[in-house]
C-alpha cells in the first residue's frame, strides 16, 4: 500500500481493460474515479461532451489536482463501408475519438505538474483490417492525437503515450456493433471476416496478461510515445516498417479477408 494515495482517472473502467486497471490500482491503494457508460462514480457517455466536462468539473472540486489520466472507453463497429449507416459511424468517432480527446482536454488542467495521460488506442490503429475500417480509422486518429499531445506538453512534466493492446479476450468482441449486411460484391465475407469464432478467440490475449502489460506501462517514470501490446503485434510493426505497404496490404488482406 502506498502511504501517498495518487488520484486516477479511468474512462470506460466499468469493464475490460479499464476495469482491470481499476482493480489494480486500487489493490495499490490508490483513489480510482471511474467515468464510464456504466461508472460507478460517474456513469456518462464519454461522446457527451458537455456532461462529460462536467463530470471532470465535479471530480476536481471533490478530488483537486489527479496524478493520472487513463482512456480505456471506446466500442467496436464493423460492416462493409458502403453499407454501414452514417449515425453508427459519427457515433463510432464521437465516442472513441472525440471521447479520448475531449478527456484529455478537460483533465490536462486538472492534473499534478508531474502528472500522466496514458491513451488506449489499439493495434487496428497500425495495422487497418478489412470490414472494420471505422473502428481502425478512429483507433489511428486517437493515436495520432495522442503524439500531438505529447509535443504539445514536451515542455512541462506531464507525460503522455499511446498504446495499442491487440486482441484482447474480454466482453469487447461480443459488445462490438456487427453489421452484417452485404451485396454481390461481398457474399459472406463481411461475416465471415468480422464474426468472432473459437479459432480466432483462442488467438487473443489473456485479460490478466494485458492488464499486467498495462499496468507496468503506467508505472514507469517515463513513457515511450507508443507502446504495443502483444507479441504477434510487435512482430507486425516489424515488418510494417521494413515491407513496402503493398506487400502488407496484400498480406492483411490474406489473413484478414475470409470469403469461406
Do not use: W
Amino acid at each position: 500500500m502506498r502511504i501517498e494515495k495518487r488520484k486516477i482517472v479511468i474512462t470506460g473502467a466499468s469493464s475490460g481493460l479499464g476495469a482491470g486497471l481499476k482493480k489494480y490500482f486500487q489493490q495499490k491503494g490508490d483513489i480510482v474515479i471511474d467515468v464510464s457508460l456504466n461508472g460507478e462514480d460517474y456513469a456518462v457517455d464519454v461522446s457527451d461532451f458537455k456532461k462529460l466536462k462536467e463530470v471532470f468539473n465535479d471530480i476536481y472540486m471533490e478530488q483537486g489536482e489527479i496524478d493520472m489520466l487513463i482512456t480505456c472507453a471506446g466500442y467496436g463497429l464493423s460492416g462493409a463501408i458502403e453499407l454501414l449507416k452514417e449515425d453508427a459511424t459519427k457515433k463510432q468517432f464521437d465516442v472513441n475519438f472525440f471521447g479520448t480527446a475531449n478527456a484529455c482536454k478537460y483533465a490536462i488542467p486538472m492534473l499534478k505538474k508531474n502528472g500522466k495521460i496514458v491513451i488506449i488506442s489499439s493495434a487496428t490503429a497500425l495495422f487497418p483490417l478489412p470490414f472494420k475500417a471505422y473502428y481502425c480509422a478512429s483507433k489511428a486518429a486517437v493515436d495520432s492525437f495522442a503524439q500531438s499531445l505529447r509535443m504539445e506538453l514536451s515542455k512541462t512534466n506531464i507525460q503522455v503515450t499511446s498504446v495499442c493492446p491487440g486482441d484482447v479476450r474480454t466482453n469487447f468482441s461480443e459488445n462490438r456493433v456487427k453489421e452484417y449486411d452485404t451485396n454481390e460484391r461481398y457474399g459472406k465475407a463481411v461475416e465471415l471476416s468480422t464474426k468472432p469464432t473459437e479459432k480466432t478467440e483462442s488467438r487473443r490475449m489473456s485479460p490478466e496478461y494485458a492488464v499486467k502489460k498495462l499496468a507496468k506501462i503506467c508505472e514507469k517514470n517515463h513513457f515511450k510515445p507508443r507502446y504495443i501490446i502483444g507479441k504477434q503485434y510487435k512482430m507486425f510493426n516489424f515488418f510494417r516498417k521494413i515491407l513496402p505497404q503493398s506487400l502488407m496490404t496484400k498480406i492483411t488482406t490474406k489473413i484478414f479477408y475470409k470469403e469461406g
